[in-house]
């Protein structure tokens, strides 16, 4: 039982170049979440999902889409990055609804450098 | 706007030493409150979850209170270990069912040394 994992850990981009974020969860949980972690700022919500094949916006969901294809995976895609958008990103996924009593699993993160 | 304030913001405590950290927040409604404990370089990991009506949930060594009238929050750390050396981050769910929001607090960052 690996939790939630994140591919890659680590990545360089270039302004302008595009990528996707790969989350995996082998819980059977419905609902996952991306965040971004900056310094001295709280994690926020980019973009969370209630189910397979449904996707909600959060809080910061400008510059960055999201795919839920298959319930276990959950991907986040810049298509034309820039260097606000250097950050570690964390997944998450919970069983249930956000903000419930429900604990959302993190993922280990992927640090984004974007130059 | 919902906002979570916490402090102190670094720490810096001897091992086997006791320490708290605190948590005010501004929400509305509440709904519940969490703490989290997040290693250096990994992802968050739950310490605690209280709704309204707990005053206090202990985690082994955690202790968390919580004063919904004041809006506070704190968490307890007895006999500290070197292990304990993490970011502890305080989150605010707000909202009706179904459509809650969370807050999360900057942390604070505790450093055990020996």
């Not at chain 2, 050396?85 to 040394?113: D, H, M, P, Q």
Request: glycine share 10%; proline share 4%; aromatic share 10%.
């Amino acid at each position: 039982n690996a939790g939630v994992t994140q591919t890659p850990k680590f990545r360089v981009l270039k302004t302008g170049q595009s990528m996707t974020l790969l989350c995996a969860q082998d819980m059977n949980h419905e609902y996952m979440y991306w965040y971004r972690q900056d310094p001295g700022m709280g994690l926020r919500l980019i973009h969370y999902s209630v189910g397979e094949g449904t996707t909600a916006k959060g809080e910061v969901p400008d510059g960055y889409n999201v795919s839920r294809l298959k319930k276990q995976n959950f991907l986040l895609g810049l298509e034309s990055a820039a260097p606000s958008q250097t950050s570690v990103y964390f997944c998450a996924s919970s069983y249930s609804e956000r903000g419930g009593l429900e604990t959302q699993y993190f993922g280990p993160g992927t640090r984004l450098l974007v130059l | 706007k919902n906002q979570v304030e916490q402090s102190p913001q670094s720490l810096i405590i001897l091992e086997g030493k006791n320490c708290t950290l605190q948590c005010n927040y501004t929400v509305s409604p509440f709904s519940n409150l969490r703490w989290y404990k997040q290693d250096t370089g990994r992802g968050p990991v739950s310490l605690t979850i209280m709704t309204f009506s707990e005053n206090t949930k202990s985690n082994g060594r955690y202790t968390a209170t919580l004063d919904a009238d004041t809006k506070q929050s704190s968490l307890h750390i007895t006999a500290s270990q070197l292990s304990d050396s993490a970011s502890y981050i305080c989150v605010v769910s707000a909202g009706y069912f179904g459509n809650e929001k969370l807050t999360f607090g900057t942390g604070t960052r505790l450093t055990i040394i020996p």
